[in-house]
């Protein structure tokens, strides 16, 4: 049974930045091809904001595009996402699983407890 945690969200200042993490343990041991960022703001449906393939390629949400970025340790089982230029409404809940590779929705893997981002003007 995989299991992800995520860790490092808090409370910022709009502009201000953040580095989220997220570690996978478990079953099975390697990362799959595409690990992703989702985001989940209040009364809102969960959202991928930011994608990783095997070969690094990186993808975004136009929300978050410029602003934020992935990247992984396939070694230590990592997925991190920097977060600068920090919005109120970036906002929320964010989470790591699986993705696939043409920036779409498919989590893979039971889902983390997700790491709270809160962004005040």
């Known amino acids: 049974q995989v299991q992800l945690v995520e860790s490092g969200g808090g409370s910022v200042q709009e502009g201000e930045s953040l580095t989220l993490s997220c570690r996978i343990s478990?079953?099975?041991?390697?990362?799959?091809?595409?690990m992703g960022w989702y985001r989940q703001a209040y009364a809102s449906r969960r959202e991928l904001i930011a994608t990783?393939?095997?070969?690094?390629?990186?993808n975004y949400a136009s929300s978050v595009n410029g602003r934020f970025a992935i990247s992984e340790d396939r070694a230590k089982k990592t997925v991190d996402l920097q977060l600068h230029g920090l919005k109120p409404e970036d906002s929320g809940v964010y989470y790591c699983?699986?993705?696939?590779?043409?920036?779409?929705?498919?989590?893979?893997?039971?889902w983390g407890q997700g790491t709270r981002v809160t962004v005040t003007a």
């Open positions: 990783i393939t095997e070969t690094g390629t990186v």
């Open positions: 699983n699986t993705a696939s590779a043409d920036f779409k929705y498919r989590a893979a893997w039971p």
């Open positions: 478990g079953s099975p041991a390697n990362i799959f091809n595409t």
